[in-house]
């Protein structure tokens, strides 16, 4: 059974830092097959960060040069340093992964930024 498990949301002030990290387990994720997405309130949710199909990092343009995404490939883990957090930035973020024909999410991870 493929599991997303995510970690690392909580509380900060704006300009603070958090890290994420999801551990896939059950399934064969390579690094172009997982990625980060959130949904903040009032909005749909959104592609956050990943690597491409041809090996570039991808970043939504609001947060680019303030996140970071790593991939662990051997461990199957992702993860995402979030740095000059604003409270925009506020809201659930998923982990996605692709396997075998089907997409996973997990559960999520709150992030709530205070101004």
């Known amino acids: 059974q493929v599991q997303l498990m995510e970690s690392g949301g909580g509380s900060v002030q704006a300009g603070g830092s958090l890290r994420l990290s999801c551990v896939a387990s059950?399934?064969?994720?390579?690094?172009?097959?997982m990625a980060w997405y959130r949904q903040t309130p009032g909005n749909q949710r959104e592609l956050v960060a990943q690597?491409?199909?041809?090996?570039?990092?991808v970043y939504a343009d609001s947060v680019k040069g303030r996140f970071t995404y790593s991939v662990d490939s051997a461990r199957n883990t992702i993860s995402l340093q979030m740095d000059n957090l604003k409270p925009e930035d506020t809201g659930r973020y998923y982990c996605?992964?692709?396997?075998?024909?089907?997409?996973?999410w997990g559960q999520g991870t709150q992030v709530t930024v205070s101004s």
């Open positions: 996605w992964g692709y396997s075998l024909g089907s997409r996973y």
């Open positions: 059950g399934g064969s994720f390579g690094p172009t097959n």
């Open positions: 690597i491409d199909i041809t090996g570039h990092f």
